[in-house]
């Protein structure tokens, strides 16, 4: 079994900079991967970034690409989305998620992740 929790989200004008963070506990995060979700309100939850914790490859969406990084800190068990230039289309309660999706497709699509936090919202004003 793991554990997420999510911290860092908050109210922050169009053009300004978040850092999120997601406290994994529970068990070995080797084999996982880590990702972010985030889900705006009468939308279906949507794939933003996800890292592989042994290896660091990662994968982002098209609409994040060049705005946002996600990293991981072996040594605190903890994932991080900087998230840079925000726009208010990225308001959303932001979810981080650890599994084991095989290829793009898997990856991006929230039910084939095992694991999910709590979420925390962010909210871009324009």
């Known amino acids: 079994q793991v554990q997420l929790v999510e911290s860092g989200g908050g109210l922050v004008q169009a053009g300004g900079s978040l850092r999120l963070s997601c406290a994994a506990s529970g068990r070995t995060f080797s084999s996982l991967v880590m990702g972010w979700f985030r889900q705006a309100p009468g939308k279906e939850r949507e794939f933003v970034a996800s890292?592989?914790?042994?290896?660091?490859?990662?994968y982002y969406a098209d609409s994040v690409k060049g705005r946002f990084t996600i990293s991981r800190d072996g040594a605190k068990n903890t994932v991080y989305l900087q998230m840079n230039s925000l726009k208010p289309e990225d308001t959303a309660v932001y979810y981080c998620?650890?599994?084991?999706?095989?290829?793009?497709?898997?990856?991006?699509?929230?039910?084939?992740?095992?694991?999910w936090g709590q979420g925390t919202q962010v909210t871009v004003s324009s």
């Open positions: 998620a650890a599994g084991r999706p095989i290829g793009p497709v898997r990856t991006i699509t929230a039910a084939t992740w095992d694991y």
């Open positions: 890292i592989s914790w042994s290896y660091g490859n990662t």
